[in-house]
Nanobody, 116 residues
Framework: QVQLVESGGGLVQPGGSLRLSCAAS????????MGWYRQAPGKQRELVAV???????NYADSVKGRFTISTDNAKNMVSLQMNSLKPEDTAIYYC??????????WGQGTQVTVSS
């Protein structure tokens, strides 16, 4: 079993920064892919960024150059550094772990609100 616990959300002004963290516990494999998704009100959940074994990353076009995903060596924590935040970044952000065979685990989500 896997547990994912997010932290770091909050209210920030446009142009500001936030750092989200996700602590993973349980059975973690080196082949697992970890990432961040978000869901804004009235919209579908969408991929923000993922990081795989070896450090390869993939970002949504809307966050490229502004967000950076990283993981520690033991791969039990994944972080998302968010800079130059925009009101359209407002959403609930979810941590995700995907097994190589397709099973997914989700955190409970953390609210990010970008507003003046």
């Amino acid at each position: 079993q896997v547990q994912l616990v997010e932290s770091g959300g909050g209210l920030v002004q446009p142009g500001g920064s936030l750092r989200l963290s996700c602590a993973a516990s349980g059975t973690i494999f080196s082949s697992d892919v970890m990432g961040w998704y978000r869901q804004a009100p009235g919209k579908q959940r969408e991929l923000v960024a993922v990081i795989a074994t070896g450090g390869s990353t993939n970002y949504a076009d809307s966050v490229k150059g502004r967000f950076t995903i990283s993981t520690d060596n033991a791969k039990n924590m994944v972080s998302l550094q968010m800079n130059s935040l925009k009101p359209e970044d407002t959403a609930i952000y979810y941590c995700n772990l995907r097994r190589i065979w397709g099973t997914e685990h989700w955190g409970q989500g953390t609210q990010v609100t970008v507003s003046s």
